[in-house]
T-cell receptor, first 113, second 116 residues
């Protein structure tokens, strides 16, 4: 499983756009990039997943450059409720397969009023 | 999305006793579930992979005789912490994969174990 590197912590203010970058230099051809969010004393929650270029859903965007050695999670107009730990995970996905997830340290995002 | 529940949400026990934690997939079947442990201010650490109808697969360094896992049905996996000690106090979380086109794991709400 490819190792990931993220900033330990980030600070932002309400209404700003937040970009969290994850480095995964050893990503393999079959690996996907997935981001999870975790609030204190709760299980993680899936945010977004992508393989290349850009993916957007109702809560975030994921930007992946052509070399796929990094990815950026973009949270538009954050609010206080976005204060959480964000994990970037990289791993292969195959139909019917149940890959185990290895979590890195994550990025602790603090959103201030 | 799919829902995974855990029971109990928190438990306090005396040192030397055993504690069972249940993980249920409420609206889908899960032949595989995963168990994690998380200490305060730390990341999730994968403990083991629970396989329905077969033995669990433990990660390196996790004592299989201490952390007993039973996956007796397609919707239930249990983790039993045997002879618990204060150092076993932690937040235990289970997850189950969606099995859909997007590989997503659904996590339970976690169980806070405190061993006195």
């Amino acid at each position: 499983l490819a190792k990931t590197t993220q900033p330990i912590s980030m600070d932002s203010y309400e209404g700003q756009e937040v970009n969290i970058t994850c480095s995964h230099n050893n990503i393999a051809t079959n690996d996907y990039i997935t981001w999870y969010q975790q609030f204190p004393s709760q299980g993680p929650r899936f945010i977004i997943q992508g393989y290349k270029t850009k993916v957007t859903n109702e809560v975030a965007s994921l930007f992946i450059p052509a070399d796929r050695k990094s990815s950026t999670l973009s949270l538009p107009r954050v609010s206080l409720s976005d204060t959480a730990v964000y994990y970037c995970l990289v791993g292969a996905i195959f139909s019917g397969g149940y890959n185990k997830l290895i979590f890195g340290a994550g990025t602790r995002l603090a959103v201030h009023p | 999305g799919a829902v995974v529940s855990q029971h109990p949400s928190w438990v306090i026990c005396k040192s030397g006793t055993s504690v069972k934690i249940e993980c249920r997939s409420l609206d889908f079947q899960a032949t595989t579930m995963f168990w994690y442990r998380q200490f305060p201010k730390q990341s999730l650490m994968l403990m083991a992979t629970s396989n329905e109808g077969s033995k669990a697969t433990y990660e390196q360094g996790v004592e299989k005789d201490k952390f007993l896992i039973n996956h007796a049905s397609l919707t239930l996996s249990t983790l039993t912490v045997t002879s618990a000690h204060p150092e076993d106090s932690s937040f235990y979380i289970c997850s189950a994969p969606s099995g859909g086109a997007v590989y997503e794991q659904f996590f339970g709400p976690g169980t806070r174990l405190t061993v006195l």
